[in-house]
């Protein structure tokens, strides 16, 4: 995650909300070093798992919604891997952060940040487009042949976030939250 050579683990556990199922997740990322784990997400009590409803979970964890199923895109030249990853139709948050996001770390703040996939030229762009034409590895996969490991762009992902940011009706914070090329799309197509 952090690219500094060590093995991370990116924690993406359900957390049922009902017995009808589970609609909400936690996300926690343990960063690996030389002498051990450093933990990052919502605060837990010691000796508890993560799962949303200990602590201060609930209450911090959209801080650490980064999304479900990561998978990876791995620039060389650059030395950074960027993380895709989406909330899907099953996830309650859905419609607060629709579509695939890319993230990548960083090291000031010391969590991975969304990058803009919308503005032109942009890295996040140049991902997103590799992503949408070849898909992004996904390391926890333990599928053989290695392509079975390649998470492939669905459409449908695109087309929910799409509609809901063009959607006339929205508040400014609504609109505060989208990226301002993407709302730029919007108006063109008005």
Same mark, same amino acid.
């Given at each position: 995650?952090?690219?500094?050579?060590?093995?991370?683990?990116?924690?993406?556990?359900?957390?049922?909300?009902?017995?009808?199922?589970?609609?909400?997740?936690?996300?926690?990322?343990?960063?690996?070093?030389g002498s051990g784990w450093s933990r990052i997400g919502a605060t837990l009590p010691d000796n508890k798992p993560d799962e949303l409803g200990f602590g201060n979970a609930d %209450?911090?964890?959209? &801080?650490?919604?980064?999304?479900? #199923?990561?998978?990876?895109?791995?620039?060389? !030249?650059?030395? *950074?891997?960027?993380?895709?990853? %989406?909330?899907?139709? &099953?996830?309650?948050?859905?419609? #607060?952060?629709?579509?695939?996001?890319?993230? !990548?770390?960083? *090291?000031?703040?010391?969590?991975?940040?969304?990058?803009?996939?919308?503005?032109?030229?942009?890295?996040?762009?140049?991902?997103?487009?590799?992503?949408?034409?070849h898909g992004a590895y996904v390391p926890s996969a333990k599928a053989t042949p290695p392509q079975d490991r390649i998470i492939h762009f669905d459409p449908e992902v695109e087309?929910?976030?799409?509609?809901?940011?063009?959607?006339?009706?929205?508040?400014?914070?609504?609109?505060?939250?989208?990226?301002?090329?993407?709302?730029?799309?919007?108006?063109?197509?008005?």
């Open positions: 995650m952090n690219n500094d050579g060590w093995c991370d683990w990116y924690v993406n556990a359900s957390a049922p909300m009902s017995t009808g199922g589970d609609d909400d997740t936690i996300n926690t990322l343990y960063l690996g070093k %209450a911090e964890q959209e &801080r650490y919604l980064f999304g479900e #199923e990561p998978a990876v895109i791995h620039d060389a !030249a650059g030395a *950074t891997n960027y993380i895709v990853t %989406a909330l899907y139709s &099953r996830h309650v948050r859905r419609y #607060e952060s629709p579509g695939y996001r890319i993230l !990548a770390w960083d *090291t000031g703040k010391n969590t991975l940040r969304p990058l803009d996939k919308w503005a032109p030229g942009s890295k996040a762009a140049a991902v997103y487009a590799f992503f949408k034409a087309s929910y976030e799409l509609e809901t940011a063009c959607e006339a009706d929205k508040s400014a914070e609504e609109k505060a939250a989208i990226s301002p090329h993407l709302l730029a799309q919007c108006k063109r197509q008005r």
